[in-house]
T-cell receptor
Framework: AQKITQTQPGMFVQEKEAVTLDCTYD???????LFWYKQPSSGEMIFLIY??????QNATEGRYSLNFQKARKSANLVISASQLGDSAMYFC??????????FGPGTSLSVIP | EPEVTQTPSHQVTQMGQEVILRCVPI?????FYWYRQILGQKVEFLVS????????KSEIFDDQFSVERPDGSNFTLKIRSTKLEDSAMYFC?????????????FGDGTRLSIL
């Protein structure tokens, strides 16, 4: 069965510190993609970063990086130098070759000044 | 930067009525998706659409749901006979060529309230 697990329902981080949000996935597909989205309290879904299963390098987008460990089936999001505006819900998601998309339950991140 | 637009932003409908949610995907995108998010819960995949047909759908996407791309720019989700449990935020998303190599971009959502 295909599944995304985010084991941290809530996280706190001090402003300017780095934080890692965990994501593990389960699929038998060889080809898949992993996404991270941010959902602020206003409700919109903001794309952050993407990693393809065949990408050999970890994806980076500004302050966001994805720590992709394929053998462990993990795709953790690292946010460097946290800002107050990073306080939001963060979702890990997976798309497979069958075009089905699965979201994890989300992690609520709170950045403390 | 091009974006996915959804209308209306909020729809209030009586139970049993039909509702159509509208989306304009990014113009050169080929893959289209609908999701829903019940308040406080996770995002649930409903359906994906490519080459004018459904490519994948979830167990939620039963006979009361349908999707259409009527004119090459709009992408609609129709709920035929709404139920109270259909109350949720509905997101449309679109993706460029190569769905496994590019991200999906989401619209701001339509909040559907069934009375």
């Amino acid at each position: 069965a295909q599944k995304i697990t985010q084991t941290q329902p809530g996280m706190f981080v001090q402003e300017k510190e780095a934080v890692t949000l965990d994501c593990t996935y389960d699929t038998s597909d060889q080809s898949y993609g992993l996404f991270w989205y941010k959902q602020p309290s206003s409700g919109e879904m903001i794309f952050l970063i993407y990693q393809g299963s065949y990408d050999e390098q970890n994806a980076t987008e500004g302050r966001y990086s994805l720590n992709f460990q394929k053998a462990r089936k993990s795709a953790n999001l690292v946010i460097s130098a946290s800002q107050l505006g990073d306080s939001a819900m963060y979702f890990c998601a997976m798309v497979t070759s069958y075009d089905k998309v699965i979201f994890g339950p989300g992690t609520s991140l709170s950045v403390i000044p | 930067e091009p974006e996915v637009t959804q209308t209306p932003s909020h729809q209030v409908t009586q139970m049993g009525q039909e509702v159509i949610l509208r989306c304009v995907p990014i113009s050169n995108h080929l893959y289209f998706y609908w999701y829903r998010q019940i308040l406080g819960q996770k995002v649930e995949f409903l359906v994906s659409f490519y080459n004018n047909e459904i490519s994948e759908k979830s167990e939620i996407f039963d006979d009361q749901f349908s999707v259409e791309r009527p004119d090459g720019s709009n992408f609609t989700l129709k709920i035929r006979s709404t139920k109270l449990e259909d109350s949720a935020m509905y997101f449309c998303a679109s993706g460029g060529q190569g769905r496994l190599s590019q991200p999906q971009h989401f619209g701001d959502g339509t909040r559907l309230s069934i009375l």
